[in-house]
Nanobody
Framework: VQLQASGGGLVQPGGSLKLSCEVS????????IAWFRQALGKEREFVAS???????FYAESVKGRFAIFRENTKNAVYLRMDSLKAEDTAIYYC???????????????????WGQGTQVTVSS
């Protein structure tokens, strides 16, 4: 499984962006696809995931502002980000795994496939 993240850029506070994670081929059933982010000088943190292709989960910091969804016809998973804040500035990574369990989907250690990252900068 190869992942390609794109869609980052510079946006003003309150603005929106849509990130894309393109998967090489059909997304295998049962896979969990997630977005993580890493701000400068901070550890990588969980943002959102579609657990085993079905259930979306979000970090508390983005709940109500971000939406993760998949489009099977395009072999892609998207992250729609609205009401962006300066603290959302980070490199965003998509990740995938067939081995994720409910108790560990927020941990980056659960994912064995990673995209290259796309920079999101929220600034006026």
């Amino acid at each position: 499984v190869q992942l390609q993240a794109s869609g980052g850029g510079l946006v003003q506070p309150g603005g929106s962006l849509k990130l894309s994670c393109e998967v090489s081929g059909p997304i295998p059933s049962g896979y969990t696809i997630a977005w993580f982010r890493q701000a400068l000088g901070k550890e990588r943190e969980f943002v959102a995931s579609i657990f085993r292709g079905k259930d979306p989960f979000y970090a508390e910091s983005v709940k109500g502002r971000f939406a993760i969804f998949r489009e099977n016809t395009k072999n892609a998973v998207y992250l729609r980000m609205d009401s962006l804040k300066a603290e959302d500035t980070a490199i965003y990574y998509c990740a995938a795994s067939a081995r994720v369990i409910m108790s560990s989907f927020r941990s980056q250690l659960s994912y064995n496939y990673w995209g290259q990252g796309t920079q999101v900068t929220v600034s006026s």
